[in-house]
Nanobody, 115 residues
Framework: QVQLVESGGGLVQPGGSLRLSCSVS????????VGWYRQAPGKQRELVAT???????MYSDSVKGRFTISRENAVNAVFLQMNNLKPEDTAVYYC?????????WGQGTQVAVSS
């Protein structure tokens, strides 16, 4: 069973930075794509950023220029560097891995942006 474990969430002031990490139990090249989604209270889960097996990245418009997704193949990890955080970035952030039509999810890590 594939396992994804997130870490790195927390409370940060507006304009601050956080780096999320996701440890994947399998070789990340086994998946078509890995990435990050988030869900704010009362809202649907939404895509934040993904990186596919070829290294192509995709970002939601709301985070472009502020967030950067990366991966470390040797340790099967995916990262999300979040800069210039805004209160509207407050959400639970989930790591995701996709293969064909199947999705695997982590348990989520809370990010709160508040002064």
């Amino acid at each position: 069973q594939v396992q994804l474990v997130e870490s790195g969430g927390g409370l940060v002031q507006p304009g601050g930075s956080l780096r999320l990490s996701c440890s994947v139990s399998e070789n990340i090249f086994n998946f078509n794509a890995v990435g990050w989604y988030r869900q704010a209270p009362g809202k649907q889960r939404e895509l934040v950023a993904t990186i596919n097996v070829g290294g192509r990245t995709m970002y939601s418009d709301s985070v472009k220029g502020r967030f950067t997704i990366s991966r470390e193949n040797a340790v099967n990890a995916v990262f999300l560097q979040m800069n210039n955080l805004k209160p509207e970035d407050t959400a639970v952030y989930y790591c995701n891995a996709q293969i064909l039509s199947k999705d695997y999810w982590g348990q989520g890590t809370q990010v709160a942006v508040s002064s």
